[in-house]
């Protein structure tokens, strides 16, 4: 049977705004207690009172916080080269039979370390992210494929990551809430191991990369 400990902390995992406002200690445990008690009442299979809730929400509250602090923030604030790049072109494809012989054929073009270039590849699309002046040259060897959309005026921030990151769950999120919060809308993601790069409007790229940049800094850091 679940004590009512483990029971909040079930309930709480599924609402992630709920963590985030519990670790910043931002939410007012009474209300939320007696919000959330038919559910934990129903975990647990009785009834309780509103106080024992209380009690177990403060518990959880101080390991968020703790978890978050000393893991996620570690690996932010080792942040690493922020590169921002501009005047990016995204084209989404439809996939095709020959959407790889012409991605082949591009990128036996490209002679300019300068240029960039970028791909992901999904299930039924498929998305190249290119330089502006690579642009014409797209349209010539993707002539015969379908494009399903092409977006224009955009930037890439590019940010390097300690290799940790792979193992502490929440670092992602952690940046992408930020971001959020902010207004900014991240139009795409293109990630490895231990790097990743968001595509943004152009008009936004510098408050996002701000953003990002403070991130390294523990003392700006409010969780």
């Known amino acids: 049977m679940k004590t009512i400990s483990s029971a909040v902390e079930s309930y709480i995992k599924t609402k992630p705004f709920l963590i985030s406002a519990l670790s ?9 207690s007696r919000l959330i008690k038919p559910e934990i ?21 101080s390991e968020l916080e703790f978890r ?29 039979d020959t959407l790889l012989t012409n991605q082949a054929k ?27 002046n690579l642009s014409s040259l797209i349209e010539n060897i993707f002539s015969n494929e379908f494009c399903l959309s092409k977006q224009t005026d955009l930037s890439s921030i590019s940010i390097k990551l300690p290799s940790e990151n792979v193992t502490i769950p929440g670092v992602y999120y952690f940046v992408f809430q930020r971001l959020s919060w902010e207004g900014i809308n991240i139009y795409q993601v293109i990630s490895t191991s231990n790097e990743f790069t968001i ?17 390294k800094n523990p003392s700006a850091i409010r969780i």
């Open 68 to 96: 978050t602090t000393h893991k996620i923030v570690k690996i932010v604030k080792d942040i690493g080269d922020i590169t921002v790049r501009s005047s990016l072109v995204d084209f989404n494809f439809k996939v095709s």
């Open 106 to 132: 591009f990128l036996s073009k490209l002679n300019n370390k300068d240029d960039f270039y970028t791909s992901s590849r999904g299930v039924n699309e498929c998305n190249i992210v290119v330089s502006g």
């Open 199 to 215: 595509l943004v409007d152009e008009d936004q790229v510098d408050k996002a990369f701000k953003v990002i940049k403070n991130l």
């Open 24 to 32: 910043q200690r931002i939410i007012n445990l009474t209300s939320l």
């Open 41 to 61: 009442e129903f975990l647990i299979k009785k009834e309780i009172q509103c106080g024992a809730i209380v009690m177990a929400l403060k518990r959880l509250s």
